[in-house]
């Protein structure tokens, strides 16, 4: 099993930046694609971000590019999201997901294990 906490989630006006992190534990987690998604009220869940075990790879939504980071430290069995430039259309619950088979595709359907999530609010 797998199991995954999310943290640093807040309220921050726009423009300004927040870093996400995802605390694995459970089997080799730092061997693992991690992702991150969001999911704002009333819409569907959304690819973020994706890095690979290495973190040789990363991904990243179009709508994210150039503002947010994904990183990881597998000895600290960690995974980051630096998120600046923050606008009120980044509202969302962000949760983060291992793809425990795969290469961290964009897309939830590949992903085996997920977080809780945690709030980001950004006010204009």
């Known amino acids: 099993q797998v199991h995954l906490v999310e943290s640093g989630g807040g309220l921050v006006q726009a423009g300004g930046a927040l870093r996400l992190s995802c605390a694995a534990s459970g089997r080799t987690v730092n061997r693992y694609a991690m992702g991150w998604f969001r999911q704002a009220p009333g819409k569907e869940r959304e690819f973020v971000a994706a890095i690979s075990w290495s973190g040789g790879a990363t991904t990243y939504a179009d709508s994210v590019k150039g503002r947010f980071t994904i990183s990881r430290d597998n000895a600290k069995t960690t995974v980051y999201l630096q998120m600046n430039s923050l606008k009120p259309e980044d509202t969302a619950v962000y949760s983060c997901?291992?793809?425990?088979w795969g290469n961290g595709a964009p897309s939830a359907i590949s992903y085996d294990a997920w977080g809780q999530g945690t709030q980001v609010t950004v006010s204009s």
């Open positions: 997901a291992a793809d425990l």
